[in-house]
């Protein structure tokens, strides 16, 4: 049966990123002899352009129709200013939630041919670089109630609450340990149970859910020594599992020392249901519709959108091999480019990656 996509291409650099996956996805289904069907949807801002809010019931409806959801980036200045409710990150957050994706990978790879690319010193990552970060991404800080800003005896006070129930942290526990059991069986579980309640909580039930996983080699660590130990000796992780809030900036973190967060896919997964892949970087406003963006990670998202929701692991392992051959080739886009390289716009990018295919 014939694979539904359903795309939503989102704000700034959203579409030109988009259209260079789905060229590569059109090229792996007729290689395939596959071909998938792909539907469009609106959101962020492009949605709050057209329908008034960042997530249309309709795109909702589509996504929910999918085998898989295929996500660009969205938000942007345009929409800075406008009601926090409605803002265009919120059509993001609002697809997670409504999907159930509370698991969301973030492998952090260091391609060898980037290497020059890298942020640390080369001493440090002579081994290479190869982290999995495993985000809990539908609980935590950013749905937590009550939240708000308001009036307290004439001061402004902001807040919000870090909550997690106990089997929202197993089930995210059991992903990251069942990613280490496809690794290298090491599993750091990142907090800060020094301080928090929540984290309290989260390492108990981190420890209990471990039990089940006796050949994994478990460590916790708290927060902020592991933003240091990831600069200092990254190649002391194989998998991290960490709330929301933590998960969002280790994941910058950890992308950023790769080289670019330009080359950085990701999947956010539920149970059961359409996975949602996209690539970790935003709509980056400053270079959208100048053919300047890098869609590689958007086309390794493809690649794990075809291992883990379109039971393709062969067409995955393509689409990466492709990747990899055009930067053995000497192509980069602006934010990966090095001296006697050859330089490649959004567009030509993915032609390269799709002739290889
Ligand atoms: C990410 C982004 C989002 C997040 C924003 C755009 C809502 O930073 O996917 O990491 O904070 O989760
Ligand atoms: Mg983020």
Redesign the pocket.
């Known amino acids: 049966m014939r694979k539904t996509i359903c795309i939503l291409p989102g704000d700034g650099i959203g579409p030109e990123i988009m259209a260079q996956a789905r060229k590569v996805l059109e090229r792996v289904g007729a290689r395939q002899g596959c071909g998938f069907s792909c539907t469009e949807a609106l959101i962020g801002g492009a949605a709050i352009d057209t329908t008034g809010g960042p997530l249309p019931e309709a795109t909702v409806a589509a996504c929910r129709a999918a085998d898989a959801v295929l996500l660009g980036a ?2 942007g200045p345009r929409w800075d200013t406008i009601d926090p409710a409605i803002r265009p ?1 919120r059509g ?2 609002g697809i997670r939630k409504a999907l159930g994706l509370f698991a969301n990978l973030r492998p952090a790879r260091l391609f060898p041919q980037l290497r020059r690319a890298c942020f640390l010193r080369p001493d440090i990552v002579a081994g290479g670089l190869d982290v999995m970060v495993v985000r809990e ?1 539908t609980g935590g800080a ?1 749905f937590g109630e009550p939240r708000g800003v308001e009036l307290r005896d004439g001061v402004r006070v902001g807040y919000n609450t870090m909550i997690y129930d106990e089997h929202e942290v197993a089930r995210i526990a059991r992903v990251a340990f069942e990613t280490a059991m496809r690794r290298s069986r090491r599993l750091c579980s990142v907090d800060k149970a020094n301080v928090l309640d929540v984290s309290r909580l989260w390492r108990e039930v981190v420890v209990e859910v471990a039990r089940d996983y006796p050949e994994v080699e478990l460590a916790h660590m708290y927060v902020d020594n592991a933003a240091m130990q990831l600069v200092r000796d990254p190649a002391q992780f194989d998998v991290l599992v960490t709330e ?1 809030l933590f998960g ?1 900036i280790l ?2 973190e950890a992308g950023c020392i790769t080289g670019s967060i330009g080359m950085l896919p ?1 999947a956010s997964l539920g149970e059961g249901g359409p996975g949602l892949y ?1 690539p ?1 970087h ?1 709509s980056a406003p400053d270079i959208a519709g100048q053919d300047k963006a890098n869609p590689l990670a958007t086309i390794l998202s493809v690649a794990m959108m075809l291992r883990h929701s379109l039971d393709m692991p062969g067409a995955a392992d393509a689409v990466e091999a492709a990747v990899s051959a055009v930067l053995d080739e000497g192509w980069r886009t602006g934010d990966i480019r090095e001296e006697g390289c050859r330089l490649a716009g959004c567009e030509k990018m993915g032609d390269l990656v799709a002739e290889k295919l």
Do not use: A, C, T
């Open positions: 969205v938000g990150e993001l957050l991404l950013y929301n969002d994941s910058d990701s996209e970790i935003g």
